[in-house]
């Protein structure tokens, strides 16, 4: 995702630390970020934000945190959340690498990764999102039997996703070759899922558990 620079990027966010934490305060204390003591559902990569925003809409007694590496974009999901005044979605600036630090352990009811960066190349496979490096946390951090969700228009990290989850142990529940063939009607599409969908891309989706 290409977005501009945005050199008050910085103090825009700092401004609205009621809902982004920036210089990670709320590190193994996340339920304190929230109105209410609700379940916790995270995505990681939120993008621009639609996905987590229409989510939170349509689910108030559920606490969303949206987890994103860049200032500038995140900075479109603090916009979303302060015209909509939404109390349930928070956010965090961090690199998803460092989740199992951020988060207490057995604490999380789901975990959304949304049109990940595909990382083709093997060199670079540490840095797809369904690495077992990233696996390991997501395991520690979720509760017990809570799933995994992963939508994407990429079939190479699709396939890699569906081997990698599989060799780890995870128990598949939902497996679509093509979501929006009988889409379902509470998908929620990402800014991705539009544009690629847009373009005649066919879209995967899995979910799993550990
Ligand atoms: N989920 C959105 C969608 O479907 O429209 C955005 C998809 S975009 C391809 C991937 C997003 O993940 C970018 O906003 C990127 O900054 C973020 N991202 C990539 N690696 C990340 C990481 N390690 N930790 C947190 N965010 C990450």
């Not at 559920?62 to 860049?70: A, P, S, T």
């Not at 207490?104 to 369904?130: C, E, G, M, Q």
Request: include cysteine; glycine fraction near 4%.
């Amino acid at each position: 995702m290409r977005i501009r620079n945005k050199p008050w990027a910085m103090d825009y966010l700092k401004e609205h630390s009621h809902i982004v934490d920036i210089t990670h305060t709320y590190k193994q204390n996340i339920h304190d970020f929230f109105d209410e003591e609700q379940p916790l559902h995270i995505e990681i990569g939120t993008g621009m934000g639609t996905f987590i925003t229409e989510l939170a809409k349509k689910n108030p007694d559920i606490n969303y945190l949206g987890v994103e590496l860049d200032k500038n974009i995140i900075i479109r999901v603090v916009e979303k959340i302060v015209e909509q005044d939404l109390k349930n979605v928070r956010l965090v600036l961090l690199d998803a690498n460092f989740i199992g630090e951020y988060i207490l352990p057995d604490t999380v009811s789901k975990i959304y990764l949304n049109f990940s960066d595909p990382w083709p190349k093997t060199r670079h496979a540490k840095r797809r999102l369904t690495h077992n490096t990233f696996l390991t946390q997501y395991e520690s951090i979720l509760k017990s039997g809570c799933p995994l969700q992963f939508k994407t228009d990429n079939r190479g990290l699709f396939e890699y996703s569906l081997q990698n989850l599989n060799a780890y142990g995870m128990k598949f529940e939902e497996v679509r070759l093509d979501l929006h063939d009988d889409e379902p009607e509470a998908n929620i599409r990402t800014e991705y899922e539009e544009k690629f969908s847009g373009n005649g891309n066919r879209i995967y989706l899995l979910k799993a558990s550990f």
